[in-house]
């Protein structure tokens, strides 16, 4: 069982989709990858989930990846005394940290020192999903004044973002801990950060999951932005998390800032996921509005690796419409002829190294003799994702030994993962990767392939030999 596209689709799970039946609609609608949103449910809920994905996987015999959404900081309000109040344009309002002092139409509590501690004046504070915008006129470690810039109603709770400073807070909280420990017992493939503002954040969750999956960081933070380079180079996957990415920046320059990230990661060879909204109507209608497709089709010829479902397969009325539109269109546009011209023109020089040196050498092969497939031996992953990064015309299959592998692969474009047994040598592995070709469907007798594998077998990051082999 293959899918007819490249781009892959992540789907999130939630009460829409809440048991076997839901989950498996989903998976033959077109999902590769699921998503555990831990901002909502409980561990009992996403243990089940998973155990659901892990059978699924079984019975189809498909690697399937799940991606563990961490909640990350939240940063909220207080509660007001008498309900709701309204804001005015102009007015003075006070943020403080007494929690425990309901709030009125002149101050509310702002439990978190970390904020005060990075404010200063002329700062901008968004609440309620950038709805209302303060900007800082006093302030201390305790208390700030602020003016009222964009005035409306306030309610209790309500979320702060705070776009134009670094705030001294680490992405991971309490609750992420316990939350990842108990992902990392489930074998999870994919951890997804939220709240990153600098390098050294990704790290710190890569010190704790010690390999056993991989991190994505979500790029939601315009302090993200400014180190998006070095911040794909720590990360092993990126979102672009468009929904406080929109809040905390203006709206106009969010599809510059995709179309940069999205590229900057075909560079660095990083999957990269484009998320949020993406076919948000379909939440209460059984289509998407052209607009929605458009957004959907821009992040496919641009070379995302997948786009990704929230609240349409997690809460909507139309999970598995979303999924099965979200399928035709990509497969629509990757069958566009301007498709191929868009992903060729926009690929990035390989770097100057061996892994990337036979990446590019099989991208010329294979057009050269119209190759049926590429064929990646590998342990980590890592052969097959410099494999990825040139988006060659034919399609991936990534072979590979270990399970994990497997499912981790399933995120990237254009891969198709197979897990196999250890295999002794070269010919050993080329006779493994025609038969493979040859019983997954992709190529028939006499067709040529493309094989890339590291020498010794198992060394992370030893792409270094390139094989042509005939089915």
């Given at each position: 069982?293959?899918?007819?596209?490249?781009?892959?689709?992540?789907?999130?799970?939630?009460?829409a989709?809440?048991?076997?039946?839901?989950?498996?609609?989903?998976?033959?609608?077109g999902?590769?990858?699921?998503?555990?949103?831990?901002?909502?449910?409980?561990?009992?809920?996403?243990?089940?989930?998973?155990?659901?994905?892990?059978?699924?996987?079984?019975?189809?015999?498909?690697?399937?990846?799940?991606?563990?959404?961490?909640?990350?900081?939240?940063?909220?309000?207080?509660?007001?005394a008498?309900?709701?109040i309204?804001?005015?344009?102009?007015?003075?309002?006070?943020?403080?940290?007494?929690?425990?002092?309901?709030?009125?139409?002149?101050?509310?509590?702002?439990?978190?020192?970390?904020?005060?501690?990075?404010?200063?004046?002329?700062?901008?504070?968004?609440?309620?999903?950038?709805?209302?915008?303060?900007?800082?006129?006093?302030?201390?470690?305790?208390?700030?004044?602020?003016?009222?810039?964009?005035?409306?109603?306030?309610?209790?709770?309500?979320?702060?973002?705070?776009?134009d400073?670094?705030?001294?807070?680490?992405?991971?909280?309490?609750?992420?801990?316990?939350?990842?420990?108990?992902?990392?017992?489930?074998?999870?493939?994919?951890?997804?950060l939220?709240?990153?503002?600098?390098?050294?954040?990704?790290?710190?969750v890569?010190?704790?999951?010690?390999?056993?999956?991989?991190?994505?960081?979500?790029?939601?933070?315009?302090a993200?932005?400014?180190?998006?380079?070095?911040?794909?180079?720590?990360?092993?996957?990126?979102m672009?998390?468009?929904?406080?990415?929109?809040?905390?920046?203006?709206?106009?320059?969010?599809?510059?800032?995709?179309?940069?990230?999205?590229?900057?990661?075909?560079?660095?060879?990083?999957?990269?996921?484009?998320?949020?909204?993406?076919?948000?109507?379909?939440?209460?209608?059984?289509?998407?509005?052209?607009?929605?497709?458009?957004?959907?089709?821009?992040?496919?010829?641009?070379?995302?690796?997948?786009?990704?479902?929230?609240?349409?397969?997690?809460?909507?009325?139309?999970?598995?419409?979303?999924?099965?539109?979200?399928?035709?269109?990509?497969?629509?546009?990757?069958?566009?002829?301007?498709?191929?011209?868009?992903i060729?023109?926009?690929?990035?020089?390989?770097?100057?190294?061996?892994?990337?040196?036979?990446?590019?050498?099989?991208?010329?092969?294979?057009?050269?003799?119209?190759?049926?497939?590429?064929?990646?031996?590998?342990?980590?992953?890592?052969?097959?994702?410099?494999?990825?990064?040139?988006?060659?015309?034919?399609?991936?299959?990534?072979?590979?030994?270990?399970?994990?592998?497997?499912?981790?692969?399933?995120?990237?474009?254009?891969?198709?993962a197979?897990?196999?047994?250890?295999?002794?040598?070269?010919?050993?592995?080329?006779?493994?990767?025609?038969?493979?070709?040859?019983?997954?469907?992709?190529?028939?007798?006499?067709?040529?392939?493309?094989?890339?594998?590291?020498?010794?077998?198992?060394?992370?990051?030893?792409?270094?030999?390139?094989?042509?082999?005939?089915?």
């Amino acid at each position: 069982m293959h899918r007819n596209r490249k781009a892959k689709i992540v789907a999130t799970l939630g009460p829409a989709t809440p048991d076997r039946v839901g989950i498996e609609a989903l998976f033959n609608a077109g999902v590769d990858v699921f998503r555990l949103n831990f901002s909502h449910g409980s561990h009992e809920d996403h243990k089940a989930r998973a155990q659901i994905i892990r059978d699924l996987e079984r019975d189809s015999g498909r690697p399937v990846g799940i991606l563990l959404d961490l909640q990350g900081p939240k940063l909220r309000v207080g509660t007001f005394a008498k309900g709701p109040i309204r804001l005015e344009a102009g007015q003075t309002f006070e943020l403080d940290l007494l929690r425990d002092k309901a709030g009125d139409t002149a101050r509310v509590a702002l439990p978190h020192p970390e904020i005060f501690a990075a404010l200063k004046v002329g700062s901008d504070l968004l609440l309620d999903d950038g709805r209302i915008r303060l900007r800082v006129e006093r302030c201390d470690e305790k208390s700030a004044t602020t003016r009222v810039i964009t005035g409306g109603p306030l309610s209790d709770r309500k979320g702060v973002n705070v776009p134009d400073v670094v705030l001294p807070l680490s992405a991971m909280t309490e609750k992420d801990r316990a939350d990842l420990e108990f992902g990392l017992k489930l074998d999870v493939d994919w951890i997804a950060l939220s709240f990153v503002q600098r390098p050294e954040d990704i790290e710190e969750v890569k010190a704790i999951v010690a390999g056993r999956a991989g991190v994505i960081a979500k790029l939601e933070k315009p302090a993200a932005i400014a180190q998006l380079d070095a911040i794909v180079e720590a990360a092993d996957a990126i979102m672009v998390a468009r929904g406080d990415l929109g809040v905390e920046m203006p709206a106009e320059q969010v599809p510059s800032i995709q179309k940069r990230i999205v590229r900057q990661c075909r560079r660095m060879g990083r999957p990269v996921i484009v998320a949020t909204q993406m076919l948000d109507s379909m939440v209460a209608a059984p289509v998407p509005t052209r607009a929605e497709a458009s957004d959907v089709a821009t992040a496919i010829y641009d070379g995302a690796d997948a786009v990704m479902l929230s609240a349409e397969s997690a809460s909507g009325q139309y999970p598995v419409e979303a999924v099965q539109i979200m399928d035709r269109i990509i497969c629509q546009t990757e069958a566009d002829p301007y498709y191929r011209e868009a992903i060729d023109a926009s690929r990035t020089p390989a770097g100057r190294n061996e892994a990337d040196a036979i990446g590019c050498a099989m991208r010329n092969v294979t057009g050269i003799i119209q190759a049926a497939a590429t064929v990646a031996y590998t342990t980590t992953g890592g052969s097959a994702l410099h494999m990825a990064r040139e988006r060659p015309l034919a399609p991936i299959i990534g072979m590979t030994p270990r399970r994990a592998t497997a499912r981790r692969l399933a995120l990237v474009w254009g891969m198709h993962a197979v897990l196999i047994h250890e295999v002794a040598d070269v010919d050993e592995m080329t006779d493994y990767a025609c038969r493979t070709a040859l019983g997954e469907g992709f190529a028939q007798p006499g067709d040529a392939l493309v094989i890339s594998a590291g020498l010794p077998f198992g060394t992370p990051g030893a792409t270094n030999i390139l094989r042509i082999a005939r089915v």
